[in-house]
């Protein structure tokens, strides 16, 4: 099993960008999905790719907002976050898909990195 490290989190003010990144330990064909969870709330989806098909979701909170690419070379998905606001603050994860398909079900993943915290302030 690979491993996930996320990096790229911070502290920035509203209107700010962020850009994460999921680097895999070894390459995968597997899909890839961005999670958050804000203190007191649950964990949720912000985005996936499908590595084979290059199907991409998004959650509603975060379209025309964040993008989500990869860098096959590199095996490594990226999350670009633009204009950022106080709810987008919460600690993020990337996370493999059990299968080629990355939906936007959590359950579907079986492989998580540690988390990175980005903090929006007002």
């Known amino acids: 099993q690979v491993q996930l490290v996320e990096s790229g989190g911070g502290l920035v003010q509203a209107g700010g960008s962020l850009r994460l990144s999921c680097a895999s330990s070894?390459?995968?064909?597997?899909?890839v999905g961005w999670f958050r969870q804000a203190p007191g709330k649950v964990r949720e989806f912000v985005a996936s790719l499908s590595w084979h098909s290059g199907t991409i979701y998004y959650a509603d909170s975060v379209k025309g907002r964040f993008t989500i690419s990869r860098d096959n070379a590199k095996n490594t998905v990226y999350l670009q976050m633009n204009s950022l606001k106080p709810e987008d603050t919460a600690v993020y994860y990337c996370a493999a898909s059990e299968s080629r398909i990355a939906t936007i079900e959590s359950h579907d993943y079986n492989n998580w990195g540690q988390g990175t915290q980005v903090t929006v302030s007002s």
């Open positions: 070894g390459r995968s064909s597997n899909g």
